[in-house]
């Protein structure tokens, strides 16, 4: 595991869920970047790399968000250490997987955050089910978006970097 | 098998960590306003630099590309000023009246309070949560606990400590929102909470005995010392029958919250 790997995923996702989030707020649309990023991380790099990617972005959004610090860190912790090993036990290699996977740990997810806010509060909140709906459609697709992109990316590059060093090499100083 | 053990025994570790912290936080019900500051000072530059990138993208689109129908769009302005005009010199008549009336009758003048103007830089941290960042901070006069409102209503409150140029906005739909409020006919006196579902306002404590009539206005009452008196929080949509000597009222809120933008804080200190 590389500890500034899972820092840069955990606050790329955190820096892109509160720039996009200003764009649907208290609307349907819900989604959970740092979740994928969480997620993401615990596929790429194993369960302790999610487990410790779950536990930074979950506190950092409770500090964030004004509620109960620990609640969104426990339930990413979980989040994290099951989508690493369901990446160990499983063959989640293709972008069908994956985003099932992200969709499974969505629906968890949300589950246990509202199973430990009716703990906390002493009180059962209803459940959006639609919106519960939504976060895991758009989450499935931010999570396909990133696994592409990371697969896509480095062979971009590296084409890129050959073209123009043979461009390079084919001229006469 | 080892490497399973050591996650296992490191995700219960962690898992207890966690318990603990939440533990400490519901027996004291401070919160954590060390970890919250410190998090948000550094987040908050990052916001005002993807709120930039993005606003000047928005700007070029709507400024230079997407001009289709401004023409139209401007004659349609233009006739909405006219007629907002004419709408403004009656209510300065109606003002001109009541203020005579209160002279007259020696009443105390309501006063206008002062209110600054914010943009919205960031939104949710955490799926519903409902607080939004705002770029006005303890620079700008901005301290916790002043309301926060739009153009139709309350949206919310300052919390946390603002850092110099943001701060965090908790919106009165949120979980942990509430307000004092009272009706406009009725008079009935309650506490206007956030996160009923829908609609996502709830006026808890109202007196049983009180007619409240579906559509009824609900206003600030001015008793939580954050609020001040007469902002609009919405329109009773449904009573619903609450516990003993009380009733429940479902409200409709009068700020669309998926439509923030520019905000104003009213800069008004939290009254003890």
Do not use: C
């Amino acid at each position: 595991m590389n500890v500034a790997r899972v820092v840069i995923v955990v606050t790329v996702g955190l820096v892109l869920q509160m720039a996009l989030a200003r764009y649907s707020v208290g609307g349907r649309w819900v989604f959970d970047l740092v979740l994928v990023a969480v997620v993401y991380a615990a596929l790429a790099w194993g369960p302790i790399a999610g487990m410790w990617a779950g536990t930074l972005g979950g506190l950092v959004q409770d500090s964030l968000s004004g509620d109960v610090v620990g609640i969104g860190g426990l339930a990413k912790t979980v989040a994290g250490v099951s989508a690493g090993v369901a990446g160990t036990q499983f063959i989640v290699s293709s972008g069908a997987a994956r985003v099932a996977t992200v969709a499974a740990v969505t629906v968890g997810h949300r589950l246990l955050v509202v199973a430990l806010l009716a703990i906390v509060d002493q009180r059962w909140s209803d459940v959006d089910w639609l919106a519960m709906l939504v976060e895991t459609g758009l989450n499935g697709l931010a999570g396909l978006i990133a696994f592409q992109a990371s697969v896509l990316l480095p062979g971009a590059v590296r084409s890129t970097r050959e073209l123009r060093r043979s461009s390079l090499s084919k001229r006469r100083w | 098998m080892d490497s399973f053990r050591r996650t296992f025994v490191f995700f219960i570790v962690l898992s207890f960590l966690h318990v603990l912290l939440i533990s400490a936080q519901v027996q004291s019900r401070s919160g954590m306003p060390v970890i919250k500051a410190a998090a948000f000072g550094v987040f908050a530059s990052i916001q005002h630099l993807t709120s930039g990138i993005a606003d000047l993208g928005q700007s070029f689109w709507a400024n230079y590309i997407a001009l289709r129908g401004v023409a139209a769009e401007n004659d349609q302005l233009k006739k909405r000023v006219l007629a907002l005009e004419g709408i403004t010199q009656a209510q300065a008549a109606i003002v001109s009246q009541t203020n005579e009336l209160e002279d007259l009758l020696r009443l105390q003048q309501s006063l206008v309070v002062p209110t600054l103007a914010a943009r919205v830089i960031a939104g949710d941290p955490a799926p519903g949560a409902d607080i939004i960042t705002i770029d006005r901070g303890s620079a700008d006069g901005v301290e916790p606990d002043m309301a926060v409102i739009g153009h139709n209503g309350v949206i919310g409150r300052v919390f946390n400590r603002p850092t110099a140029h943001a701060a965090q906005v908790q919106l009165l739909k949120g979980r942990l929102a509430a307000a004092a409020a009272v009706t406009e006919q009725s008079l009935a006196a309650g506490i206007v909470q956030g996160g009923a579902g829908d609609p996502p306002l709830e006026m808890n404590f109202v007196d049983v005995l009180r007619d409240v009539e579906v559509g009824e206005r609900v206003y600030t009452s001015g008793l939580d010392g954050i609020y001040p008196r007469g902002f609009l929080i919405g329109t009773v949509q449904r009573a619903v029958k609450g516990s003993g000597f009380y009733s429940d009222l479902r409200l409709l809120p009068a700020v669309d919250f998926r439509r923030l933008d520019v905000v104003l804080v009213v800069l008004v200190k939290r009254q003890p």
